[in-house]
C-alpha cells in the first residue's frame, strides 16, 4: 500500500462553520505534512508532525488546527475561515527516519479542495 | 533553507529528450537533490533524487554538476503525458522540512 488517502476531495463551508479535513496512511510513515496550494502556484508548507509531535508550524493562522491522533492518521481542523483560505489541501507523508533506508521520498495525497463562503 | 532557481516554463515536442536545469549555488553538504512532478488536477509525485552522482530510474535521469551547484532533470523521450509542473528541492534528511519553489512548466507538443 503506497496510498495517502484524503478525504473529502471537495469541500464547501460558510466563514462560521466547523469542519475537518482528514488523511491516512498505511505505509509505516512516521512523518506527515500539510500543505497549502492555491491556483498556479506552488505548495506552500504549513505544518510537520514527526513521530505524532508538530515539528514545524509555518506561522499558520489559529483557525486551521492540525491534529496527529496516531502516526497513520493527520487531521486539519478548520474553523472561523476566511474566503482567502480556499485553496487545495495536500496531505504528505516520509519515513521520517534517520539512516540509509530514508530517501526522503514523499507521497502526496491527491489533496481536498476547499471553498469558503 | 538553500534556494533552488528554474525556469518558469519550457516547451518539448513529443518522443524528444527534454532537459530541465535547476541552479541551487547555496547547497550544502547534508542536501540531498529532489526532483517531484505535479501533473494537472493531482498531488506531486516524487520524479528521482541524488546527491553527487548521476542517478537514473524507469522515469528520468539526474545529472549533477561536480561542485554540486546545479543539476539537470532529464526525461529520455517526453510524452503529452510529462506535461506537468516540475520542482527542484534540496532536502536535507536530517529534518523532514520539505518547502516547494515556483517549479518549471513543461509543456509537450505532439
Known amino acids: 500500500d503506497t496510498e495517502v488517502t484524503q478525504t473529502p476531495k471537495h469541500l464547501v463551508m460558510g466563514m462560521t462553520n466547523k469542519k475537518s479535513l482528514k488523511c491516512e496512511q498505511h505505509m509505516g510513515h512516521r512523518a506527515m505534512y500539510w500543505y497549502k496550494q492555491k491556483a498556479k502556484k506552488p505548495p506552500e508548507l504549513m505544518f510537520v508532525?514527526?513521530?505524532?509531535?508538530?515539528?514545524i508550524n509555518e506561522s499558520v493562522p489559529s483557525r486551521f488546527s492540525p491534529e496527529c491522533p496516531n502516526s497513520s492518521l493527520l487531521n486539519l481542523h478548520l474553523h472561523a475561515l476566511q474566503p482567502e483560505d480556499s485553496a487545495l489541501y495536500l496531505c504528505a507523508s516520509s519515513l521520517g527516519l534517520a539512516g540509509g533506508r530514508n530517501t526522503g521520498e514523499l507521497f502526496f495525497g491527491e489533496g481536498s479542495r476547499l471553498t469558503v463562503l | 533553507d538553500a534556494k533552488t532557481t528554474q525556469p518558469n516554463s519550457m516547451e518539448s515536442n513529443e518522443e524528444e529528450p527534454v532537459h530541465l536545469p535547476c541552479n541551487h549555488s547555496t547547497i550544502s553538504g547534508t542536501d540531498y537533490i529532489h526532483w517531484y512532478r505535479q501533473l494537472p488536477s493531482q498531488g506531486p509525485e516524487y520524479v528521482i533524487h541524488g546527491l553527487t552522482s548521476n542517478v537514473n530510474n524507469r522515469m528520468a535521469s539526474l545529472a549533477i554538476a561536480e561542485d554540486r551547484k546545479s543539476s539537470t532533470l532529464i526525461l529520455h523521450r517526453a510524452t503529452l503525458r510529462d506535461a506537468a509542473v516540475y520542482y527542484c528541492?534540496?532536502?536535507?534528511?536530517?529534518?523532514?522540512?520539505?518547502?516547494f519553489g515556483a517549479g518549471t512548466r513543461l509543456t509537450v507538443k505532439p
Open positions: 508532525y514527526s513521530y505524532e509531535k508538530l515539528s
Open positions: 528541492i534540496l532536502r536535507d534528511l536530517r529534518n523532514n522540512d520539505m518547502r
